[in-house]
């Protein structure tokens, strides 16, 4: 079975700076995708950023990146330039072959100081 | 487009009753799928439906269930309530159809208590 570990369950930033979340994983499968999900306050669960595991290049989506170590099975999130609307749960998680079976992480909460 | 529509946002329970939740995906979107977030656990897979099959089953007692309509809408049922299913369950629908994960869209979630 998979596993996802996030080991930070709470990250603060400044605002305008930068915030790396770190998130690790273990499977003994060679497709899958990885996902950084965030769920703002009372509101629903948005998709932030998705890696393909065949893919050796870093997804990027506007000021969050990530940092995708296939070997170490590792897969860091960072936001930059950090901005209020930031603030939130971050789930780290995992999809197989299975379909949209996703194995989450415990989350991350990131508070944003202004 | 609309998004994913679940309904009742919120119900409150007793012990030994049952409830039914409803998930609305977006229109086109054929999986659908359910999770139970909470303090203790976090988020966890309950099961996924496509084309009103199940696919995929997480590791949750007989008495969760769940159903797919023609219309790709879903509903989970859960019986026999316990004060620990006290939990958000959240729906998400995706595109995909069949393969590796895809993006899933989540809806705002269904908040039951079990008093």
């Known amino acids: 079975a998979q596993t996802v570990t996030q080991s930070q369950p709470e990250m603060s930033v400044q605002e305008a700076e930068t915030v790396t979340l770190s ?92 | 487009k609309a998004g994913v529509t679940q309904t009742p946002r919120y119900l409150i329970k007793t012990r030994g009753q049952q409830v039914t939740l409803s998930c609305s995906p977006i229109s086109g979107h054929r999986s659908v799928s359910w999770y139970q977030q909470t303090p203790g656990q976090g988020l966890q897979f309950l099961f996924e439906y496509f084309s009103e099959t199940q696919r995929n089953k997480g590791n949750f007692p007989g008495r969760f269930s769940g159903r797919q309509f023609s219309n790709s809408r879903s509903e989970m049922n859960v019986s026999t309530l316990e004060l620990g299913d006290s939990a958000l369950y959240l729906c998400a629908s995706s595109s995909l159809t069949s393969g590796v994960s895809g993006e899933l869209f989540f809806g705002e979630g269904s908040r039951l208590t079990v008093l």
């Open chain 1, 23 to 114: 998130c690790t994983y273990d499977t003994s499968e060679s497709d899958y995708y990885l996902f950084w999900y965030k769920q703002p306050p009372s509101r629903q669960m948005i998709l932030v950023i998705r890696q393909e595991a065949y893919k050796q290049q870093n997804a990027t989506e506007n000021r969050f990146s990530v940092n995708f170590q296939k070997a170490a099975k590792s897969f860091s999130l960072k936001i930059s330039d950090s901005q209020l609307g930031d603030a939130a749960m971050y789930f780290c998680a995992y999809g197989g072959a299975a379909g949209n079976k996703l194995t989450f992480g415990g989350g991350t909460r990131v508070l944003v100081k202004p």
